[in-house]
T-cell receptor, first 114, second 117 residues
């Protein structure tokens, strides 16, 4: 059974810093990996999707990498801003079939101090 | 882009009440919809996979008679929490996928916060 772990569970940094969020998964047979943002009491906003054949994806100040063989992904946030404060979730989709749901980590709760 | 709409966003009701939550794909047809549940400070956990026109597939430990799922059309899936009790209080969220080969980012509804008194 796939398990997804995110480290750290919480992170508080001053505005302007670059930071890295980590995600690891136990079963490397994945279809893709997706990073989401969740604001308190809200739904999920998709940030980046990395296909199993890709190594990284970039969107603005965000860069996500994937090392499928070692079961790891990182989300790099450049020049952090207070508006980046949220919980960041990593989720993997298994390669076992088209109807696979996502397996989520518990998230990293990020606070960017003004 | 693809949009998933979920309704209602917040429900407060008495114990024993049945509650229906709707999940709609607004600009695409979804052969598969997924229902997740999130307890405070916990991760999202997949409850069931709903395929249009067929019975839902439930994850281990999820009572199918408690959580009734209907996916009668390609744009609508409903989750009914029957005879809800305080332990069913949680954040329920759905997502939709066009078809099994869809490799696009999966989009989610805004979720439904269910509070059972």
């Amino acid at each position: 059974k796939q398990e997804v772990t995110q480290i750290p569970a919480a992170l508080s940094v001053p505005e302007g810093e670059n930071l890295v969020l980590n995600c690891s998964f136990t079963d490397s047979a994945i279809y893709n990996l997706q990073w989401f943002r969740q604001d308190p009491g809200k739904g999920l906003t998709s940030l980046l999707l990395i296909q199993s054949s890709q190594r990284e994806q970039t969107s603005g100040r965000l860069n996500a990498s994937l090392d499928k063989s070692s079961g790891r992904s990182t989300l790099y946030i450049a020049a952090s801003q207070p508006g980046d404060s949220a919980t960041y979730l990593c989720a993997v989709r298994g390669s076992g079939g088209g109807a696979d749901g996502l397996t989520f980590g518990k998230g990293t709760h990020l606070i960017i101090q003004p | 882009g693809a949009v998933v709409s979920q309704h209602p966003s917040w429900v407060i009701c008495k114990s024993g009440t049945s509650v229906k939550i709707e999940c709609r794909s607004l600009d695409f047809q979804a052969t598969t919809m997924f229902w997740y549940r999130q307890f405070p400070k916990q991760s999202l956990m997949l409850m069931a996979t709903s395929n249009e026109g067929s019975k839902a597939t439930y994850e281990q430990g999820v009572e199918k008679d408690k959580f009734l799922i209907n996916h009668a059309s390609l744009t609508l899936s409903t989750l009914t929490v029957t005879s809800a009790h305080p332990e069913d209080s949680s954040f329920y969220i759905c997502s939709a996928r066009r078809d099994p080969t869809d490799n696009q980012p999966q989009h989610f509804g805004d979720g439904t916060r269910l509070s059972i008194l």
